[in-house]
């Protein structure tokens, strides 16, 4: 994880400070923007390899920010949500957010999800040298455990880490019918409870990149009144 750049946009000084340290602690180098004019020029200049992005920001909000890095980069965004903002989460991840974070988090999940997200793209391009296959058939869909890729017909799809993380556990249980709550519970981690919502937009945004026809989903089937399951097409 070492030499990999996280920028951070807060403008709360003791947030940005408390996760500045800790990332420093981690390995990574890290820059900080304190305003949204100055975060986005970074964001587009830096080159960071991930970006934490606070949605009330003096200057321009998080999801303009997020709206334009999206239509050049692909870089990982974890947008930062205070609780009240349960609008906003779903708004993020419609805009192109790959996760979000409640305030106040705790550190170790903040760095698990950083750390997560950065080794998906780690293995973007660059085969690890060694590291068995881990790919696991379902038809023509092929889930990469160590490439954190799916292929349809052989064709890699650009899922964000959480629509993986989403498709490969309804993929392990082949047909067994989830409630939101309990993917929320473990897809998504405790901190997460209570915003079943975010479940139906991944779910959605999934389906537009993994179906022929979104509106006729073959893999991601809901069941209705109850939640949603997986099957081969
Ligand atoms: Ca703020």
């Keep these: 994880m070492s030499d990999r750049k996280v920028l951070i946009i807060e403008d709360e000084k003791p947030i940005s400070d408390i996760i500045l ?5 981690e390995g990574f180098a890290v820059e900080t923007a304190y305003d949204g004019i100055d975060g986005l020029e970074k964001a587009l200049g830096g080159h960071p390899d991930l ?11 998080g999801f303009e920010i997020c709206k334009k890095v999206r239509e050049t980069s692909k870089v990982p965004i974890i947008m930062l949500t205070a609780k009240e903002e349960e609008v906003d989460k779903v708004l993020g991840l419609e805009l192109g957010a790959d996760d979000y974070i409640t305030k106040p988090f705790g550190m170790r999940e903040l760095v698990a999800r950083i750390k997560a997200n950065i080794r998906r793209i780690d293995f973007d391009g660059n085969e690890k040298d060694g590291a068995p296959e881990n790919v696991q ?6 889930i990469d455990m160590n490439r954190y890729e799916v292929r349809k017909n052989g064709e ?11 498709l490969h556990y309804l993929a392990e249980k082949e047909s067994k019918v989830f409630s939101r709550e309990q993917l929320l519970s ?11 919502r975010t479940v139906d937009v991944t779910v959605r945004r999934l389906r537009e990149k993994l179906e ?13 009144g109850i939640g949603y399951y997986f099957r081969r097409a």
Excluded at 51 to 61: A, K, R, T
Excluded at 137 to 142: D, F, M, Q, S, V
Excluded at 156 to 166: D, H, V
Excluded at 186 to 196: L, R, S
């Design 21 to 25: 340290f800790n990332l420093k602690k």
């Design 51 to 61: 970006i934490l992005l606070d949605v009330m920001l003096p200057g321009m909000d």
């Design 137 to 142: 058939e379902y038809g023509n869909l092929a």
């Design 156 to 166: 890699p799809l650009e899922l964000t880490l959480r629509e993986f993380e989403l």
């Design 186 to 196: 473990d897809v998504w981690g405790y901190e997460y409870f209570g915003d079943i």
């Design 212 to 224: 022929d026809d979104s509106s006729d989903p073959k893999y991601i089937m809901t069941k209705r």
